[in-house]
């Protein structure tokens, strides 16, 4: 292991000093391991000041003055209010009245949905910044191969709650969790735990374990990956009207056979959930999703994740049965996957924006929808320069990717109808972002300003389900040094044992 002492990541273990043989990461490991099983048992002990399952419904908010990108087409642009009721949006327009709610001053902002990311591995948010020069192969080799398979069921918790809080700093209301870290039931309840703390908007994807490296499923007993989505679907997600929600994070046919993903696919309709899965090319030329296509499957309850060297014939099949796209292009340019926003538009798919891996990118979606637009551009721009002219008018323009973030994001996580757009009726997931700040002031186009000027620091208030997340700037009803507590006991439990 490193000695550097400037390597946090790879800093080694603090000499055991103490005359009784507890360090200070014993220390800490064991207070976030009692404060983990004590919330498991229903202590009151929350990363949250007033947890957010505990939290009273939602009255009436009035967000006043504000200029509006509601990434509606009816409703369209605006100066004006939007009203929020009961979780909900109630009216939007110019000078609206509501004497008993509570007001909050949208001058110099943007009001818009929230971002809306499509594939996260968000148990990874204890790891983050460990692999920022890696490739595909290293990610696979050292976070799969060799972190993965030592995580505990809390180290799952703190990874989730730290990556679902930093994502509603970040302007993020909603977020798919795709979780291939169920190594044991434990894991799998863990996680969910963290996102139903967490307070954000989420579609737990089930998905298979971290077993090491070159190991398959058959290898261990102590998963139940994939038949405890069915256990998942009574125990936690019953109810339509939740925060939290079920998808199957499929394993195959990218990580398994044909026949097994044939299978996957069938439970997860049988349970009554989306299927969210890793779509590429397969090794020595061979392609699995053109044969799991070709096998019935794909449907319109199905998102394909990056895309990389499929086939015109795969990127029809996707097309012809209404299936949605994932992408990231930050990760995929930097891991060297292959960045698929054209094909996809040339399929007349328009895809959602992701983070994928916190490992090595950052955790918003403005660099996501930076991304997205300069790679697209350059290659048009590639192909004009080399005599394919009709192309140049296919170029994204800013309100492309804005959509990428929001109500495509919607549609790929099955959730359109409740949310990535503000219309009377979905319910409030809404962000405020500050105009008056030096990065982007003075604002001509505010869509501009979104897409192409603002980072993080723009974010000033957060509202997921008519409650707010983040206020002037400042996370609301965070306890942060729990937060800290937590993330660093499991970080230094997981370097450890890891032995990376």
């Not at 043989?21 to 064991?30: A, D, F, P, W």
């Not at 947890?51 to 908010?61: E, F, I, N, T």
């Amino acid at each position: 292991m490193c000695s550097h002492p400037g390597h946090l990541f790879c800093r080694r273990p603090l000499a055991n000093n103490s005359p009784t043989g507890v360090t200070r990461r014993k220390l800490l490991e064991g207070a976030a391991l009692a404060a983990f099983l004590g919330s498991l048992g229903g202590s009151t002990s929350s990363v949250l000041t007033t947890p957010a399952q505990a939290q009273s419904a939602p009255g009436r908010l009035l967000l006043k003055n504000g200029m509006i990108l509601s990434m509606d087409r009816q409703v369209g642009d605006l100066r004006g209010d939007v009203l929020i009721d009961n979780g909900r949006i109630a009216q939007i327009g110019p000078n609206l009245v509501a004497a008993d709610a509570q007001v909050i001053d949208a001058t110099n902002r943007i009001v818009m949905p929230g971002f809306i990311d499509t594939h996260r591995h968000m148990w990874e948010g204890v790891i983050r910044n460990s692999l920022p020069n890696g490739n595909l192969f290293e990610y696979l080799q050292t976070v799969l191969g060799k972190i993965g398979p030592v995580y505990r069921p809390e180290d799952v918790y703190a990874g989730n709650l730290v990556s679902a809080i930093s994502a509603m700093d970040a302007g993020i209301t909603s977020i798919l969790d795709w979780s291939h870290i169920q190594n044991t039931p434990e894991h799998t309840d863990a996680a969910i735990k963290g996102l139903q703390e967490s307070g954000i908007r989420a579609v737990f994807g089930y998905g298979s374990p971290q077993l090491g490296w070159g190991k398959k499923l058959s290898d261990s007993t102590a998963h139940r990956y994939p038949q405890d989505l069915r256990r998942l679907m009574t125990q936690y997600f019953a109810g339509n009207d939740q925060l939290v929600t079920l998808a199957l994070a499929a394993n195959g046919p990218g990580f398994g056979s044909v026949d097994a993903a044939v299978e996957e696919w069938k439970l997860a309709r049988d349970v009554g959930v989306r299927i969210s899965v890793h779509a590429s090319a397969g090794q020595g030329g061979t392609h699995p999703f053109e044969m799991l296509g070709s096998r019935g499957v794909f449907g319109p309850d199905t998102t394909y994740i990056h895309c990389g060297g499929l086939t015109d014939t795969e990127w029809k099949m996707i097309a012809d049965t209404g299936g949605t796209v994932s992408l990231a292009p930050v990760v995929e340019m930097a891991m060297g996957m292959g960045v698929a926003t054209q094909q996809a538009l040339a399929a007349g798919i328009r895809p959602s924006l992701s983070v994928d891996v916190e490992t090595t990118v950052p955790n918003d979606l403005f660099s996501q929808m930076r991304a997205a637009f300069t790679q697209q551009r350059d290659e048009i721009f590639s192909r004009v320069r080399k005599g394919e002219k009709e192309l140049a008018a296919k170029r994204l323009n800013a309100r492309d990717v804005l959509e990428f973030a929001t109500i495509e994001g919607a549609r790929a996580n099955g959730m359109d109808a409740k949310t990535g757009s503000l219309v009377p009726g979905k319910q409030a997931d809404v962000i405020l972002l500050r105009t008056d700040a030096i990065n982007v002031m003075p604002v001509t186009d505010p869509i501009a300003a979104v897409v192409m000027g603002m980072d993080t620091s723009n974010v000033d208030t957060v509202i997921v389900g008519g409650q707010i997340r983040k206020r002037d700037g400042k996370l609301a009803g965070v306890d942060m040094a729990r937060i800290v507590s937590l993330a660093q006991a499991s970080h230094n439990y997981i370097v450890q044992k890891s032995g990376i």
